[in-house]
């Protein structure tokens, strides 16, 4: 079993819907990321977290230290939003990322 | 301007080939890294570098040895490669803890 576990893996919506992809963990950790790698491949850091809620745009990310578990809305998607999402998280023990197999997301107008 | 750049984007190359990809960035971050993302797009660490010192060394062969000759600067080095080793390589840099910057990925292709 992977220490970061995504929910789900791969994603539909229709433009418009709101998103939401699920990150749960079982180690200690200082930090959790969420990550956006587009078709393209490039890897865009969306939001770093260590507690409480933190808001960009159409994106939200909130994070219950306590239950393990991390969240990344999207409201109103869009097309444009279509990528794999990756949750990541640093190991407090070993200072290391760990990463998410990630979320494929299309979204489709 | 690129603030994490690396290059080459792609390279092909033959089975024990000896190459290197290089990694610069222009951010003053003081921690840089060396990801693999393989055939299944799953992202793992390689390599770490604090202020040029190597900080996590993950259980990689010895053909893959990386070089920061300063703190800007964090190049990856690969001896005898095999089929194996194709994936994309991303490097990436922070302050030590923080936000990670990512390059924009090199694609390596063994044949």
């Known amino acids: 079993k992977n220490e970061v576990e995504q929910s789900p893996q791969n994603l539909t919506a229709q433009e418009g819907e709101f998103i939401t992809i699920n990150c749960s963990y079982s180690?200690?950790?200082?930090?959790l990321h969420w990550l956006q790698q587009h078709p393209g491949g490039g890897i865009v850091s969306l939001f770093m977290?260590?507690?409480g809620k933190k808001k960009h745009g159409r994106l939200i990310a909130t994070i219950n230290i306590q239950e393990k578990h991390s969240s990344l809305h999207i409201t109103a998607s869009h097309p444009r939003d279509s990528a794999v999402y990756i949750c990541?998280?640093?190991?407090?023990?070993?200072?290391?990322?760990?990463f998410g197999t990630g979320t494929r997301l299309q979204v489709f107008p | 301007d690129t603030a994490v750049s690396q290059t080459p984007k792609y390279l092909v190359t033959q089975m024990g080939n000896d190459k290197s990809i290089k990694c610069e960035q222009n951010?003053?971050?003081?921690?840089m890294y060396w990801y693999k993302q393989d055939s299944k797009k799953f992202l793992k660490i390689m390599f770490s570098?604090?202020?040029?010192?190597?900080?996590i060394n993950e259980t990689v062969p010895n053909r893959f040895s990386p070089k920061s000759p300063d703190k800007a600067h964090l190049n990856l080095h690969i001896n005898s490669l095999e089929l194996g080793d194709s994936a994309v390589y991303f490097c990436?840099?922070?302050?030590?803890?923080?936000?990670?910057?990512f390059g924009e990925g090199s694609w390596l292709t063994v044949v």
């Open positions: 990436a840099s922070s302050f030590l803890g923080n936000t990670i910057y």
């Open positions: 180690v200690g950790i200082s930090a």
């Open positions: 977290l260590s507690s």
């Open positions: 990541a998280v640093r190991s407090i023990d070993t200072d290391k990322l760990i």
């Open positions: 951010l003053g971050h003081d921690t």
């Open positions: 570098y604090n202020n040029k010192e190597l900080i």
